[in-house]
């Protein structure tokens, strides 16, 4: 018998009632388990104690920095254009651009040679103009003597003393000749008025120029300036801002980065302009950094690299200035730190949450520079983010600086 002759020879009747009687016991045994098992013993969950990173922050009474940028420039800086006309044939071998000169370098010589020869002779002709009127002037007594006693007219004296008159305007007149002559033959000659270098030239040797030609730009090294842009509320935090004569009160530092390291230069604010800027409604403050040549200060080392040679202050480099401000207690907090605008998260002294309010009083990049009525001259504060934050709230303390080792 094959099997689908099976299946057809199964009595179905037989298996009718089963599944009710294996339901029927199931639950009979799960009854039986939930009476008699025994209790499970119950463990008490601690409460999780949230992580709180902290970082001590000091309170300090130095001055409030604040912050600006500006582009770098020349205090001094000039045009050089020639006074006369003719041919180069000399230049200083420091008129390249970038080139570095000293004070009284002669920088451009144009070829004299014309300018000494009418210089030689209108000097001549001021020798030949004196020569006559010494002879007038010898003439002119002898007709006085002739006159008086009626042996020459007077009209002769007249005469002689009206061509004396006119030798006299005529050398006045060769005198200026001869002075603007010596004049045009100085100006052959280009003379640095300070120490500096070449912004630019555009000339060369050999060219032939015309009065007026504009061949270069020269800056003086002595001094840098930078425009910084504050607002009025940035503008108030600098004491003494407004005085008619600043001098040298208000220390400043510019700041560079170089090489992926920051330097400094000292320096100093030394007026306010005359107005505020229509355009972006900021008062501009000029900074002046004296000897900018020298090399800057390394404020910090990110890369380790200490052989690398520290740069110059360069013009039209884009730096980062901080002004003295006002000094008043106060602390620099990681702008992370800060919670609803106005509030930071402490540390108290039985190591638990509190909530404390602080004013703002200037914004530094990443940090903020805040007052609060506490007195204590140091706080430890939570620096990351934490959910439902009471005070007196249980946390566990962990130092910023563990997470860096």
Request: charged content about 25%; proline content about 6%; overall charge positive.
């Amino acid at each position: 018998m094959d099997f689908k002759e099976r299946i057809k020879n199964i009595n179905y009747k037989n298996f009718k009632n089963k599944p009710i009687i294996i339901v029927f016991f199931g639950f009979l045994f799960s009854f039986f388990l939930y009476v008699f098992s025994p209790e499970p013993k119950k463990i008490p969950t601690k409460p999780q104690i949230p992580n709180a990173i902290v970082k001590d922050i000091y309170f300090t009474k130095k001055p409030i920095p604040v912050v600006g940028t500006g582009p770098v420039y020349p205090k001094t800086k000039i045009s050089i254009t020639t006074q006369v006309s003719g041919k180069i044939i000399k230049m200083h071998e420091s008129m390249v651009t970038g080139g570095v000169f000293a004070k009284g370098s002669v920088l451009i010589t144009i070829d004299p040679r014309p300018y000494e020869a009418a210089l030689n002779q209108a000097l001549s002709q001021e020798s030949a103009l004196n020569a006559e009127l010494k002879f007038v002037e010898k003439q002119l007594v002898r007709d006085n003597k002739l006159s008086k006693s009626g042996t020459a007219s007077e009209m002769k004296r007249q005469e002689t003393e009206s061509r004396r008159d006119k030798l006299k305007a005529q050398i006045e007149s060769a005198k200026a000749l001869s002075a603007s002559r010596k004049l045009d033959l100085e100006y052959t000659e280009i003379i640095a008025p300070f120490n500096g270098r070449v912004l630019r030239e555009q000339i060369d040797e050999g060219a032939v120029v015309q009065k007026g030609a504009n061949v270069a730009e020269i800056y003086a090294e002595e001094f840098f300036e930078i425009v910084v842009a504050l607002s009025d509320y940035d503008a108030s935090l600098i004491p003494g801002l407004w005085d008619k004569k600043i001098g040298k009160q208000i220390n400043t530092r510019v700041i560079i980065p170089y090489r992926g390291d920051l330097y400094q230069w000292p320096g100093y604010l030394d007026r306010v302009e005359a107005g505020v800027d229509p355009e972006t409604k900021t008062i501009d403050v000029i900074i002046n950094i004296p000897n900018p040549t020298l090399p800057g200060k390394l404020i910090n080392n990110y890369n380790g690299k200490t052989f690398i040679e520290p740069p110059s202050l360069l013009p039209g480099v884009y730096s980062r200035v901080e002004i003295e401000g006002i000094k008043i207690p106060h602390a620099l907090v990681p702008l992370k730190a800060l919670r609803d605008n106005s509030k930071l998260w402490i540390i108290d002294s039985k190591n638990k949450i509190k909530i404390i309010n602080v004013n703002i009083i200037q914004e530094l990049d990443k940090f903020i520079a805040v007052t609060s009525a506490i007195e204590n001259e140091k706080i430890t504060l939570v620096v990351n983010k934490l959910k439902s934050v009471f005070d007196g709230m249980d946390v566990k303390i962990i130092p910023e600086k563990d997470l860096a080792q």
